[in-house]
């Protein structure tokens, strides 16, 4: 099943430790983000958040790109974009990397 990234930087005026606001969106999502990715068919691998950068990295996997999407799409994640930037990657395990280079000519 494919594995996509999602990346989303914030500024630190934009911090939901500090910002009323950003927090009430962090608190809708963290409510709703294990139903709405049931609802695509979509598993959450991991998670991280880098403190100092005001960084998050998400990994999941999901049934296709426009799975991904669809959850990309619903209200509670669209709500981020007033607070945060985000981009998406599609990525490969490095045992499918390993697989891929075995077969390289």
């Not at 099943?1 to 939901?16: A, D, W």
């Not at 296709?64 to 395990?93: D, H, R």
Request: with cysteine; glycine share 8%.
């Amino acid at each position: 099943m494919p594995i996509f990234l999602g990346i989303s930087r914030r500024s630190p005026e934009n911090c939901p430790m500090f910002n009323e606001k950003a927090r009430k969106v962090w608190m809708e999502y963290l409510s709703k983000i294990d139903g709405i990715s049931k609802k695509h068919g979509v598993k959450m691998l991991g998670g991280w958040h880098v403190v100092s950068e005001h960084l998050n990295v998400g990994v999941v996997e999901a049934p296709s790109l426009e799975a991904f999407q669809k959850v990309s799409m619903e209200p509670e994640i669209m709500a981020f974009g007033a607070y945060e930037t985000s981009e998406a990657k599609s990525a490969v395990s490095m045992e499918e990397l390993g697989k891929m280079l075995r077969q390289a000519k």
